[in-house]
């Protein structure tokens, strides 16, 4: 049993109380303000931004759907760790252990696919708010807010790889409907918890092999998300938002939905553009982006994953790439317009540890960008003194950011590094260990 692992873990001296927190943080921030970077104001910052986490790395993107239709779209799942939620309950707890593990006020991240309908079988075109309420209930316990998504895969009439774009005007409709009742679903979610609900539209639609028609599918995917946004909702309940991709397990060839199509679109529609970091070539990344972005759009959805080869959603780690977006939010001044969430399933790992290391690592990346001397650096930049520039920014990899972030955990009531793995073991043994 895998248990045993994270034993081990615990009793490599882990647990013994760290009285130096507060010393080592007082050294860091005598260093820190020696640049011009007050520590106490980044740290207030930090515990204003909020992360999506998505619900679907708690069970494996299998949803509560009687009929059980087989994971579709493109995506795959890897790994059998024990302890998979089996319940919307065992879901529920296993999210706000993670949730108790991490600094701040966040947010959670719900697919259509996770209704509770009692055993019933409710069509996806027929959901309705009263299907998600115990989960507007648990979320007013936790004080989280609540994100949405319509699903639109894993279904009989998804099967071909078409659903918006279908070029059958019978099956076109149902996933029209879809797309509006879950437009409800989300706005009912934010009129309850008084935060907006970002509902995000990611469709599968594309060919394996090259297609004679390219225009075609995406003309009807345009027309499809005019009719679902065709009704105006109160932008205080619910923010729409369209997600591209450059292709999937049997898209390989063509993407209705892909990153010009959506740009496109929100630009003329005034949609959130989500872009998700693991929805490019392997080579691109999404940091580059989001300032050109939002040269032409009111806001950003990011979708904070780790590709490997492929759109492979690995649990993010700190990488450069991750560091990269984090700056680019802080330094232009972004945070307010952009909405943050992960986008990653992995079951070969403790799921709940998952989590937490992937927002963790999410809100470290955003920590070291709120301590850094921008100001300083803009003056360099502009002076074209861009020896001093790099100088500065090679110097500050070796800041101790970890003394900060260690003082923060405590304060926020969250164990800090090395220490919230504990919890993860304590809970493994107590609870997951024990699902059959």
Known sequence: MTTCACIRYVRFGLSKQDTQ?????????????????????????????????????????????PFGESLGGGLAVTGNYPGKARTPDELRSDAAKALSLIPGKHRFNLHASYAETEGKTVERNALKPSHFQSWIDWAKEQQLGLDFNPTFF?????????TLAHSEKGIREFW????????HIGAAMGRALGSPCVTNVWVPDGYKDTPADRHGPRE???????????????????????????????????????????????????????IDAGHFHPTEVISDKISSAMQWLDRLMLHVSRGVRWDSDHVVTMTDELQAIAHEL????????????????????????????????????????????????????QAGDFTARLALLEDMKLMPFGAVWHYHCLQQGVP??????????????????KRI
């Open 220 to 274: 009807r995917l345009a027309k499809s998300l005019d009719t679902i946004f065709a009704e105006p909702l109160d932008a205080n309940h619910i923010l729409d938002s369209v997600e591209a991709k450059l292709f999937g397990i049997g898209s390989e060839s063509y993407v209705v939905g892909s990153h010009e199509f959506y740009f496109g679109y929100a630009v003329a529609n005034r949609k959130v553009l989500c």
């Open 330 to 381: 802080v330094r232009n001044d972004y945070l307010e317009r952009t909405h943050l969430g992960l986008d990653y399933f992995d079951a070969s790992i403790n799921r709940v540890a998952a989590w937490a290391i992937g927002t963790r690592n999410l809100l470290k990346a955003l920590l070291i960008a709120l301590l850094e001397p921008i100001d300083t650096l803009r003056q360099m930049e």
């Open 154 to 162: 894993s279904h009989p009439k998804a099967d071909d790889g078409f």
């Open 176 to 183: 029209i409907d879809h797309g509006i009742v879950c437009r």
């Open 416 to 433: 800090p590094d090395l220490k919230w793995m504990q919890e993860v073991c304590r809970y493994e043994e107590d609870i997951l260990a």
């Open 21 to 65: 927190s507060e010393k080592a943080y007082a050294l860091a921030r005598e260093q820190f303000a020696a640049l011009g970077v007050d520590t106490h104001s980044a740290l207030a910052k930090l515990s204003k931004i909020p992360v999506s986490l998505h619900c679907w790395q708690g069970d494996d993107v299998g949803g509560f759907e």
